[in-house]
């Protein structure tokens, strides 16, 4: 018997795969951390990360004086340890410097659950602090991201500035940390008319 051939309509699953973002491993590294050093294989383990991934976070750590780095006593192993466990944990921009993107979405998270009800220029202004400076264009990019993943809803009407408006919708306070950003890295085939992934693999983008 020939076996039978998909349908170009027939629905294609995919497996997305996402490894652990800033949050797990730091949290990962702070609690390894209180009770002794530990190795790059200790971290992968406990939150369950590749070995490139956990190998690049603790690097860029060490590099910016956040963790420390020294020889175990075994041929080619090291061991590492934090130097100080913050609240919010350290994001990297592609140079591997200190970025603050993850404290901006936090107060931006933060002052869309309160405030509730919003323009681009309220949540900018509500967010921003002595500390933190957060412009404009992060602010848009921060509501556009909210509102197509049904976090938001556009208001009808602006505001009396002319200002288009926003409302958090409250079922979708799902907790205190904010939402990474992610993209795919999909092919569609125009046509078959569906994606050719067998898995879709997400990174996480920033503000």
């Known amino acids: 018997m020939r076996p039978l051939k998909r349908s170009a309509a027939e629905p294609h699953l995919m497996t997305v795969i996402s490894e652990p973002g800033h949050e797990e491993m730091w949290a990962s590294i702070c609690r390894l951390s209180r009770s002794d050093c530990f ?33 175990s006593g075994r041929k080619g192993v090291f061991v590492y340890q934090a130097s100080k466990c913050s609240n919010w944990p350290p994001v990297f921009d592609g140079q591997g410097r200190l970025s603050n993107d993850h404290a901006m979405r936090a107060a931006l998270w933060r002052s869309a659950k ?35 993943s049904g976090y938001l809803r556009r208001e ?48 996480e983008v920033r503000l």
């Open 114 to 148: 309160m405030i509730k009800v919003f323009s681009v220029r309220d949540l900018q202004v509500a967010a921003t602090s002595d500390s933190l400076q957060i412009n404009a264009g992060q602010a848009q990019r921060f509501i556009e991201r909210l509102e197509g």
């Open 39 to 71: 190795t790059v294989d200790d971290l992968m383990a406990d939150a369950r990360v590749s070995h490139g991934t956990a190998l690049a976070y603790l690097g860029r750590l060490v590099r910016n004086g956040l963790a420390v780095k020294r020889a």
């Open 156 to 203: 009808a009407a602006p505001n009396a500035a002319g200002e288009q408006m926003w409302r958090f919708l409250s079922h979708m306070n799902t907790g205190a940390l904010p939402p990474r950003f992610c993209n795919a890295n999909l092919v569609f085939d125009v046509n078959q008319r569906r994606f050719m992934n067998e898995h879709a693999v997400v990174a």
